[in-house]
T-cell receptor
Framework: LAKTTQPISMDSYEGQEVNITCSHN???????ITWYQQFPSQGPRFIIQ???TKVTNEVASLFIPADRKSSTLSLPRVSLSDTAVYYC??????????????FGAGTRLAVHP | KAGVTQTPRYLIKTRGQQVTLSCSPI?????VSWYQQTPGQGLQFLFE???????NKGNFPGRFSGRQFSNSRSEMNVSTLELGDSALYLC?????????????FGQGTRLTVV
């Protein structure tokens, strides 16, 4: 499974757009990129998943450049409730990679009033 | 539909004892994975079961074991508890276990070893 690197922490203010970048230089051809969100004392929650270009859902957007060596999670107009740890994961679903999730340290996002 | 249910939510045990944690996956999900989360080590993969068979195992000692029943419910057991086993234990289920699907996590069991 490819190793990922994310900033340890980020600060933002309510209403701003937050972009969290994840580096995965050794991503393999069959790997997908997935982001999870975790609040204290709760299990992680799936946010978004993608393979290339751009993916958007009701919560976030995921931007993946052509070389796929990095990805950016974009959270539009954050609120205080978006304060959480965000994890970037890379894995090949066809090899069972999504049943053996390897979490890094994640990015601790703090949203301020 | 009901989410992943873990019981109990909180547990206090003494060193040397053993403990069994339970996880009920989302109905229809056949893959169940277990994770340990501590402040120092973060989220670490323990093992994964699919159709009652352990498919993947993390780097944990043999004191950590698990099993899955025919209804996909899973249990994990930790024997001879150590203080360092104090952690949040999380269970996750997914639909097919091999395709591009998300994992759904439970609320976790907070284990404290004293």
């Amino acid at each position: 499974l490819a190793k990922t690197t994310q900033p340890i922490s980020m600060d933002s203010y309510e209403g701003q757009e937050v972009n969290i970048t994840c580096s995965h230089n050794n991503i393999a051809t069959n790997d997908y990129i997935t982001w999870y969100q975790q609040f204290p004392s709760q299990g992680p929650r799936f946010i978004i998943q993608g393979y290339k270009t751009k993916v958007t859902n009701e919560v976030a957007s995921l931007f993946i450049p052509a070389d796929r060596k990095s990805s950016t999670l974009s959270l539009p107009r954050v609120s205080l409730s978006d304060t959480a740890v965000y994890y970037c994961l890379v894995g090949d679903p066809l090899s069972g990679g999504y049943n053996k999730l390897i979490f890094g340290a994640g990015t601790r996002l703090a949203v301020h009033p | 539909k009901a989410g992943v249910t873990q019981t109990p939510r909180y547990l206090i045990k003494t060193r040397g004892q053993q403990v069994t944690l339970s996880c009920s996956p989302i109905s229809g999900h056949r893959s169940v994975s277990w994770y340990q989360q501590t402040p120092g080590q973060g989220l670490q993969f323990l093992f994964e079961y699919f159709s009652e068979t352990q498919r993947n195992k993390g780097n944990f000692p043999g004191r950590f074991s698990g099993r899955q029943f025919s209804n996909s419910r899973s249990e994990m057991n930790v024997s001879t508890l150590e203080l360092g086993d104090s952690a949040l234990y999380l269970c996750a289920s997914s639909l097919k276990g091999r395709e591009n699907t998300e994992a759904f996590f439970g609320q976790g069991t907070r284990l404290t070893v004293v």
